[in-house]
């Protein structure tokens, strides 16, 4: 037994020996089994397409090594190869569509003159008006898209438009993949394509009151920013944007907003001039460093006392952009004291300890004292008591489908950050408001609407448009505000009032270690005002 041993000892040492030379004794701690076989495989066949490599050896496949070569090849078993149909993959097979690798991205958003020049303003009513524009929408191929055709994704998950309409985009070469033409939306699409779809763009109206500078000097920019202006690109919204605006008009560039406010408050809104100097006041705002003090009008007579509301704070939709009063919400703060009061209404001041989404206006409204004109927390959709100590006598999908239902009927989805594309079956059934108060409501902003509404035009057959890729071009340079393929186009909107952009919500002043900015006091706040 013994002998067996030190027979087989040394024909494991003489197969150590021959198979070094050949570099298949791997060192230890490398990697080895059936895991490492893709990787290597991978690795090896990339120079193959880079070089064109045709002829010779398969890649992997050991150059001699010294006069023991023969031997070790005639000991060993074959590495198994390649797996050709991957090869062929990688390099295009005969009729199978290539999907270049995605490009590298910048870090960040900056928008420079190119996207400023898209389009200019125009002033009308009191309103700051964008013309309309082409624009191309541009994203690469999501993980639940692979697989699936580019009907099933537009006739899914961009309802806007009936499927007839990207037949016609089609048609006009307005659809683009991997930078080639679309033909047949029938293709299927893979992992890491790349689409571009070019639209015929028309933004909302806001206020055409200017954003005036408060302050500026190498490190920040502070602005007071009016009621109705988004802070930066979202929705609908691009030229019409606090970012957009001091591009264009202010040569304020590249600039990093050190925190938000909602489109339709108004007030003190700072930007940093560098990465630095944000993550600075980025890290005082972790640490509670910051103090934030707001002003508004609420219904009736608040408490003359100072109050001070910690009920927690739950995202009801991220979506819709509505939360409300929860026990499994997150814990926050606001401290309110009441400025004065005209009989009707109270103007209070608000400090936020904490910084929940919409936190002073779900705080004002759990109290019994919503904001005067809020479109979302002083609506009929809460119920009778309209929130007042959290009491909403329906679920949340109930809720917001009246909400929804409310502006849709009034065409102010803007107000809730939608359009129509991002409205999904169970929030558009507004023939069923869930409650008699709710239906109630809606059948006299039906009525409204109908009468302030200007009229849709005859929508012609959208498959019977046919322009081709080169008249596109053209029909696009000819006359970039009209598109025989836009919907909005036909669309005569009723323009919003100045003052129906205005809600009484106003971010008075920000204090931080080193800084205060201060912006003024809004009209509807002075004690005299009488606008309720």
């Given at each position: 037994m013994w002998l067996g041993c030190r027979g087989w000892l040394a024909v494991l040492v003489r197969w150590h020996?021959?198979?070094?030379?050949?570099?298949?004794?791997?060192?230890?701690?490398?990697?080895?089994?059936?895991?490492?076989?893709?990787?290597?495989?991978?690795?090896?066949?990339?120079?193959?397409?880079?070089?064109?490599?045709?002829?010779?050896?398969?890649?992997?496949?050991?150059?001699?090594?010294?006069?023991?070569?023969?031997?070790?090849?005639?000991?060993?078993?074959?590495?198994?190869?390649?797996?050709?149909?991957?090869?062929?993959?990688?390099?295009?097979?005969?009729?199978?569509?290539?999907?270049?690798?995605?490009?590298?991205?910048?870090?960040?958003?900056?928008?420079?003159?190119?996207?400023?020049?898209?389009?200019?303003?125009?002033?009308?009513?009191?309103?700051?008006?964008?013309?309309?524009?082409?624009?191309?929408?541009?994203?690469?191929?999501?993980?639940?898209w692979v697989g699936q055709s580019l009907q099933h994704v537009f006739s899914t998950e961009f309802r806007a438009q009936p499927l007839a309409y990207y037949e016609a985009a089609v048609r006009a070469g307005r659809l683009r993949l991997?930078?080639?033409?679309?033909?047949?939306?029938?293709?299927?699409?893979?992992?890491?394509?790349f689409l571009r779809n070019t639209v015929h763009r028309h933004e909302p109206p806001v206020t055409a009151e200017p954003?005036?500078?408060?302050?500026?000097?190498?490190?920040?920019?502070?602005?007071?920013?009016?009621?109705?202006?988004?802070?930066?690109?979202?929705?609908r919204f691009r030229h019409n944007t606090v970012i957009f605006i001091l591009g264009?008009?202010?040569?304020?560039?590249?600039?990093?907003?050190?925190?938000?406010?909602?489109?339709?408050?108004?007030?003190?809104?700072?930007?940093?001039?560098r990465a630095a100097i944000s993550e600075k006041i980025h890290e005082q705002v972790r640490d509670r460093q910051l103090e934030k003090e707001y002003v508004c009008r609420v219904e009736g007579e608040f408490p003359a006392t100072?109050?001070?509301?910690?009920?927690?704070?739950?995202?009801?939709?991220?979506?819709?952009?509505?939360?409300?009063?929860?026990?499994?919400?997150?814990?926050?703060?606001?401290?309110?004291?009441?400025?004065?009061?005209?009989?009707?209404?109270?103007?209070?001041?608000?400090?936020?300890?904490?910084?929940?989404?919409?936190?002073?206006?779900?705080h004002l409204q759990f109290l019994g004292h919503p904001i005067l004109n809020d479109p979302i927390y002083n609506s009929v959709a809460w119920g009778p008591s309209r929130g007042r100590g959290g009491h909403i006598p329906k679920t949340d999908e109930e809720l917001l489908r009246d909400l929804v239902a409310e502006h849709q009927a009034k065409q102010s989805l803007d107000v809730l950050d939608l359009c129509e594309s991002d409205l999904s079956p169970g929030l558009t059934d507004s023939t069923a408001p869930s409650s008699e108060t709710a239906r109630h409501s809606?059948?006299?902003?039906?009525?409204?609407?109908?009468?302030?509404?200007?009229?849709?035009?005859?929508?012609?057959?959208?498959?019977?448009?046919?322009?081709?890729?080169?008249?596109?071009?053209?029909?696009?340079?000819?006359?970039?505000?009209t598109d025989p393929l836009c919907t909005e186009c036909r669309l005569l909107r009723q323009d919003p009032s100045p003052q129906d952009l205005v809600m009484f919500l106003h971010a008075l002043r920000y204090k931080g270690p080193d800084f205060e900015y201060v912006s003024p006091m809004p009209a509807w706040a002075e004690g005299d005002w009488q606008g309720d």
């Open positions: 020996s021959e198979l070094c030379p050949l570099g298949l004794i791997t060192s230890r701690g490398s990697c080895a089994g059936p895991m490492a076989e893709p990787f290597l495989v991978e690795s090896e066949a990339a120079p193959a397409q880079q070089n064109g490599v045709a002829g010779g050896p398969p890649l992997g496949t050991p150059a001699p090594a010294g006069p023991d070569a023969e031997l070790g090849t005639r000991e060993r078993t074959p590495a198994p190869a390649a797996d050709p149909s991957r090869r062929k993959k990688r390099r295009g097979a005969a009729g199978e569509r290539v999907v270049p690798p995605p490009k590298k991205r910048r870090t960040g958003v900056s928008f420079g003159d190119e996207h400023f020049a898209e389009t200019s303003y125009y002033f009308e009513g009191g309103l700051r008006k964008v013309r309309p524009y082409y624009f191309d929408f541009r994203t690469y191929c999501k993980g639940r991997n930078e080639e033409p679309v033909r047949d939306l029938g293709i299927v699409l893979k992992d890491n394509d954003i005036r500078l408060l302050a500026e000097n190498e490190d920040v920019v502070v602005v007071d920013k009016p009621s109705s202006i988004p802070v930066h690109p979202c929705g264009k008009e202010h040569q304020l560039k590249e600039l990093h907003p050190l925190h938000r406010l909602d489109r339709l408050t108004s007030g003190v809104l700072m930007f940093a001039k100072e109050v001070t509301c910690k009920e927690p704070i739950l995202v009801v939709s991220y979506k819709v952009g509505v939360c409300r009063v929860d026990p499994r919400g997150k814990p926050c703060e606001t401290v309110f004291q009441r400025l004065n009061y005209n009989g009707h209404s109270s103007v209070v001041r608000c400090r936020p300890l904490t910084g929940r989404t919409h936190q002073i206006r779900v809606l059948d006299e902003l039906a009525t409204a609407a109908q009468k302030m509404d200007g009229v849709v035009e005859a929508a012609p057959d959208l498959s019977t448009v046919a322009i081709g890729p080169e008249k596109a071009a053209e029909s696009d340079m000819s006359d970039p505000e």
